[in-house]
Each structure stands twice: as structure tokens, then as C-alpha cells.
């Protein structure tokens, strides 16, 4: 008997069909080494082959899973991948569908911190220029950790201890497991908008290297970066490092002591006020005994002290220089009047008139003065000016002495 044949995709659905009804395929763990990893920009999707010494199988994760995984994934990485085996219709290809991604051991799991710190310091994430100093007295401040465990209660108690006066808003997340990262990133989201903030604290207390894995994802890491105010991470103990702690203005090694470095010590600040306010007390007592003196010596000498007696001084003083200045006024004024009378006598000693007075006559033709019989002609009209009057005569006879 013969079988009716069926097309290429009819066979591929078939195969996917028998692949997916299979309980073990459909939820299976493999692990083994990353190869050709490449990351679709684009769609976020991730393409790579998981490998072993022996055999390989082509592998995607899809960008809703991708972007939960909390390190960064490179060739060469020993991993455990966790999904379904399917086959892709279009190109009959058998391949590992990924939803979980995990290092192969702790010692994976620190390459693959170092390799994300190396990638986020490059782009400049940790760069000391970047950071920025936390405010002296915060009004209010974020902290975002568990609603349970001796972290929350220390940074509570320090702060009110401290520094009563601040506010704390707590933001319950999720610090430890698979959805954690996505809970911080997403609390953070919805406190960035908030302009009564002015310091984020994120963290927890300590645990394992897996325990604070959380705070080693890149997305967090990049979400801090963003941060409108600044950020103190306080994961883990002294000893602790994470991602966060890097990318972060300010690191604590303890979420006690995220706590002191929030807010200032209310005692401390007491007490500088007091010794500030003393200070302040004796400044202006002293300015106010200098200021005292100062008006007393002013109103012990004229004319505060003795009005009366500075008046009648400088009513003296105005009298004589009055009198000398009327004295001097003369002098200049008889000095003028003699300058005047001789300069007049002067005058007058040179006037023609005194000559015409003693018996001379200034003779004139047509307004022209005659000096001499040179200046004369015969039958000129000419006037005579004599002390007492005019005589018009004409030339009737010139006799020069020359």
C-alpha cells in the first residue's frame, strides 16, 4: 500500500507535533558551552549554540526571557539552558527554545560578573566624574529592599536615631530569586518621577555570591545609572561587592551604614548649633560693647557733649572770620580805587585837551588830523579846535621850516 505523499511543511508540523507532545523535551535542562552567540538588537532576541564535546544544538530565547537574565552572556560560558525542544517549520530545524539561564557553578558565575563589569565600566557607568555627592540633610529618602529582615529595621532605626526629622519611604521589592532584579528595576521606575526625593537607598543584608546575584543585573545596573537623585547601594556585608555597588554614587558596606551616610548625626548637629549659637551670642555682644563705647566716647566730646559750648565757639570763629573778611574786602577795594585814580591821572596828563588848554589848537581837514605844514595844501579848508570852540579857515600861505 502506497502513502499519499504530503508536503515539506506538512512533515515539519508533524515532527514538531511528536517533538512537543513529549512531557521530557517539553520542559527539559541541558547544560554545556556557548557558541556563535549573537544578540538581535532589533527584536532582543538571542540566537547561540549549546555545545558539548560530542554533539550541538541550535538555540534561541526570546527577548521576554532574555531580558531577565542577570548577567551577561558571551561565548565560551558554561551554562545550564532551561526550555522546550521544538522545530522551526520554515527551516525543519531542530532546536533547544531557552526560558532560563544559568552559570554552570560560582566560578561561572564569576566570569560572568567580570566580564559585565569590564563591559559597563568601558561605557563609562563607574566613572568617578559621574557621581554625585548626597545631599547634607535629606528631607525625604527611598529605600528599596525587603519588607522584612534585619535590613529594613536597621536602616529605620539608625535614621530615626540620627536624624528624626527625615522622612523614609519604604519600597517593598523583591532582593533574592529570578524576578527580583525586574522588581527593583520597576520600583525604581516608580520612584524616579517623584520630586520629593532626595536619596535612594537599595540593598539587603548579605548572603551567597547566588543569594545577591539580583543585584548584578545589567538592566538594574543601567536603571541606577538613571537615577534623577543620588543612589546609595548597601548589598550584602563589607566583603560584598555587586554591580550595583559600582555603578552607584555612593557604596555602603552595610545597609547600617547606607544608614549613617544618609543622614547626618542629629546629635553631632546639635551640638554645633549650640557651640554655633554660643559663638553667634558672644560675636554680637562683643560688637554691641564696641558699638556702646564707641557712642559714648562720641557723645563725651563737642558738639554731642556740650552743644551749647561748640555753638557759641563756632559762632566766634564765624564773627571773626566775618571781620576779617570785611577787612580784606576793603583793602582790595582801596587798593583798586588807587590803582584806578593814578591810572586816570595818567590818563588825563596824556589827554590833548590839557595842551589845547594852555593855548594851543589842533587843526583838522575833513576829519584827517594835520601834524605838520607838510600835510597842507594851498586854499585847503581846515578847522581849528580851541579850548573854548571851532574856527573853520582855508590856506592862504605855507612856510615850511624845512
Not at 147 to 165: E, Q, S
Not at 215 to 231: C, G, H, M, Q, T
Not at 243 to 267: K, M, N, Q, Y
Not at 279 to 308: D, Q, V
Amino acid at each position: 500500500m502506497e502513502n499519499t505523499p504530503i508536503t515539506v511543511k506538512q512533515l515539519n508540523i508533524y515532527a514538531k507535533s511528536l517533538i512537543e507532545s513529549n512531557d521530557l523535551l517539553a520542559n527539559v535542562s541541558v547544560c554545556g558551552e556557548i557558541s556563535n552567540f549573537k544578540n538581535h538588537y532589533s527584536s532582543g532576541h538571542w540566537y547561540f549554540t549549546l555545545k558539548d564535546s560530542d554533539a550541538q544544538i541550535r538555540c534561541v530565547m526570546f527577548r521576554s526571557y532574555a531580558s531577565q537574565v542577570a548577567f551577561a552572556v558571551s561565548d565560551g560560558m558554561q551554562v545550564i539552558l532551561k526550555g522546550r525542544v521544538s522545530i522551526y517549520e520554515r527551516d525543519g530545524q531542530y532546536q533547544l527554545y531557552a526560558e532560563e539561564i544559568h552559570p554552570l557553578g560560582e566560578g561561572d558565575l564569576s566570569v560572568a560578573f567580570n566580564r559585565l563589569k569590564e563591559k559597563l565600566e568601558k561605557e563609562g557607568l563607574f566613572a568617578p566624574e559621574n557621581k554625585r555627592p548626597l545631599k547634607r540633610y535629606p528631607r525625604k529618602i527611598a529605600v528599596l529592599t525587603a519588607n522584612t529582615g534585619a535590613a529594613v529595621h536597621d536602616i529605620l532605626n539608625i535614621t530615626a536615631k540620627r536624624f528624626p526629622i527625615c522622612e523614609i519611604l519604604l519600597c517593598p521589592v523583591t532582593v533574592q530569586g529570578e524576578n527580583a532584579a525586574k522588581s527593583m528595576t520597576d520600583m525604581l521606575e516608580q520612584v524616579y518621577p517623584r520630586n520629593d526625593i532626595d536619596t535612594i537607598i537599595i540593598g539587603r543584608g548579605g548572603g551567597s555570591l547566588e543569594d545577591l546575584w539580583a543585584f548584578n543585573d545589567e538592566n538594574l545596573a543601567r536603571k541606577i545609572y538613571e537615577s534623577p537623585v543620588p543612589v546609595i547601594s548597601a548589598v550584602g556585608h563589607e566583603t560584598d561587592f555587586t554591580i550595583c555597588d559600582f555603578v552607584a554614587d555612593v557604596r555602603a558596606s552595610t545597609p547600617s551604614h547606607a544608614a549613617e551616610l544618609a543622614v547626618p548625626d542629629g546629635s553631632s548637629l546639635s551640638a554645633f548649633l549650640a557651640d554655633y549659637q554660643r559663638k553667634l551670642a558672644s560675636s554680637l555682644s562683643a560688637k554691641y560693647e564696641l558699638s556702646r563705647a564707641k557712642y559714648e566716647l562720641a557723645i563725651s566730646k563737642p558738639p554731642l557733649g556740650n552743644p551749647a559750648g561748640y555753638f557759641d565757639g563756632m559762632a566766634l570763629k564765624i564773627d571773626s572770620l566775618t571781620e576779617k573778611l570785611h577787612t580784606y574786602g576793603n583793602s582790595v577795594i582801596s587798593a583798586y580805587e588807587r590803582r584806578l585814580s593814578d591810572s586816570a591821572a595818567r590818563l588825563d596828563a596824556l589827554s590833548p585837551l590839557k595842551t589845547i588848554a594852555r593855548g594851543y589848537a589842533a587843526v583838522t581837514s575833513d576829519g584827517k588830523r594835520i601834524k605838520g605844514v607838510l600835510d597842507l595844501e594851498d586854499d585847503m579848508d581846515i578847522s581849528l579846535r580851541f579850548i573854548d570852540g571851532d574856527a573853520d579857515c582855508k590856506v592862504t600861505a605855507i612856510r615850511s621850516k624845512q
